[in-house]
C-alpha cells in the first residue's frame, strides 16, 4: 500500500469513528446498482457513496475511500460485464463478498410533453441498449443512439436538456428521480432479464452458510491439448457443480494466450472445494482467488452433501490405512 493510501485510511478510520461503513456503487442514484443495494437491509443503512464508472468504485474499496464496492457483473441477456470480470481478475486483488441478482426493467424515459414521434436521440449505457436493441431499432430505424456512462446518467442527461428532445433507456426509479415521464416501460428484447451484482472487499472472506459460491481464474502453465479438461476433471471428481466458466485473454501475450475464470458451487471451507484449488494451484501456471461468498437464490444441496459425506469416509479410510504404517 502506498503513503497516500494509508493516509487516506487513517482519514477515514476518524471519520467513521460511530461504526457507519461507507459502500461505493456504480452510480449516479437512480440506477440498477443503485436498487440492487438498497434490496440489502444491513447495506442500505450503511453511508452510500456514488461513483461515476466501475472502474471508479473499485479504485475507491483499492485506496480505502470505501469499504466495499457495489459493481454489475452478469446480465441474462447479454453475458458477462466484461470490463468488470476483467478489472477484478487483472487489475485489483478484491475479494467478491457477496453476489445480488435483481429483476432489470428498462423503460424508454422523456422530459413530461415530448412524444415519442419528436425524439431525435436516444441515450443509455451500451449494455442497457444492446438488451433494449430490436424495440429501439423497430421504434426508431433512423435514430442516434448516444452513449452515457450509466442508465441514471442517461436521465440525468435528459432532464438537464431543454434544448433537444432526448430520450434515455433508464430505470423507472430514475425516471421518478429526474422528473422524467416513461413513453414505454419494460422494452428488453427478452423476458426475465436480471442483472447479478457482487459486493467486493479487501481481505476478508465470509463464512460458509452452506449455500455458496467460489470463484477464481486459472492461468494455463501451457496451451495445449487437453489443459481445459484436467482443469474440470478436478471439479468432475469431487462432484462440484461448476455455475459458469468463462475464458477471456491474459493480456499478457498475443492471441490465442487464455485464462479461465471459473464460477463453482461452494465454499473454500469445505474440504472439497479446498482439495480442487489445492490441486489446480499445484498442477497450472497459476490460480487467482477471487472469493467464496454467499450464493444468490434457492439451491439444492443433496449432491454437495452426499459429494462431502464420500469424501470424508474416503478421508477417514486414508488416515485409518496411515495408522498401521510402521513407526
Not at 54 to 59: G, I, K, M, R, S
Not at 128 to 138: G, I, K, M, P, S
Request: glycine share 6%.
Amino acid at each position: 500500500m502506498t503513503a497516500k493510501n494509508k493516509t487516506v485510511q487513517r482519514n477515514l478510520m476518524n471519520v467513521r469513528s460511530d461504526g457507519q461503513q461507507r459502500i461505493g456503487y456504480f452510480g449516479p442514484a437512480g440506477t440498477f446498482t443503485e436498487q440492487a443495494l438498497l434490496t440489502q437491509q444491513d447495506l442500505a443503512v450503511c453511508q452510500l457513496v456514488a461513483y461515476r464508472t466501475v472502474p471508479d468504485v473499485l479504485d475507491a474499496v483499492d485506496s480505502g475511500e470505501v469499504d466495499r464496492g457495489l459493481v454489475p457483473i452478469e446480465n441474462s441477456i447479454e453475458g458477462t460485464v466484461n470490463f468488470t470480470q476483467d478489472a477484478l481478475v487483472f487489475d485489483h486483488s478484491l475479494l467478491i463478498q457477496r453476489e445480488i441478482v435483481l429483476d432489470i426493467e428498462h423503460c424508454l424515459v422523456a422530459r413530461p410533453g415530448v412524444l415519442m414521434s419528436e425524439i431525435s436521440s436516444v441515450l443509455s449505457i451500451p449494455v442497457a441498449t444492446a438488451q433494449c436493441h430490436a424495440f429501439l431499432r423497430n421504434k426508431f430505424p433512423q435514430i442516434e443512439i448516444r452513449v452515457a456512462n450509466s442508465t441514471a446518467e442517461a436521465a440525468q442527461i435528459v432532464a438537464g436538456s431543454s434544448s433537444e428532445k432526448f430520450a434515455a433507456v433508464a430505470p423507472r426509479a430514475a425516471a421518478k428521480l429526474y422528473g422524467l415521464e416513461v413513453l414505454a416501460s419494460d422494452i428488453a428484447d427478452h423476458q426475465g432479464n436480471q442483472t447479478r451484482f457482487v459486493l467486493v472487499g479487501n481481505g476478508v472472506i465470509p463464512r460458509a452458510t452452506g449455500h455458496d459460491r467460489t470463484a477464481f481464474v486459472v492461468f494455463q502453465r501451457a496451451d495445449e491439448p487437453g489443459s481445459l479438461i484436467s482443469i474440470l476433471q478436478e471439479f468432475a471428481a469431487r462432484r462440484i457443480n461448476l455455475s459458469q466458466l468463462l475464458s477471456r485473454p491474459t493480456k499478457r501475450g498475443g492471441l490465442g494466450d487464455y485464462c479461465f475464470i471459473i464460477y463453482a458451487d461452494g465454499h473454500i471451507e469445505d474440504e472439497l472445494m479446498a482439495d480442487a484449488l489445492r490441486d489446480l494451484h499445484a498442477k497450472q501456471g497459476d490460480v487467482k482467488f477471487l472469493g467464496s461468498y454467499p450464493a444468490s437464490g434457492e439451491h439444492a444441496h443433496s449432491a454437495r452433501e452426499h459429494a462431502d459425506t464420500r469424501w470424508r469416509e474416503a478421508d477417514d479410510w486414508m488416515t485409518e490405512l496411515r495408522s498401521r504404517i510402521a513407526r
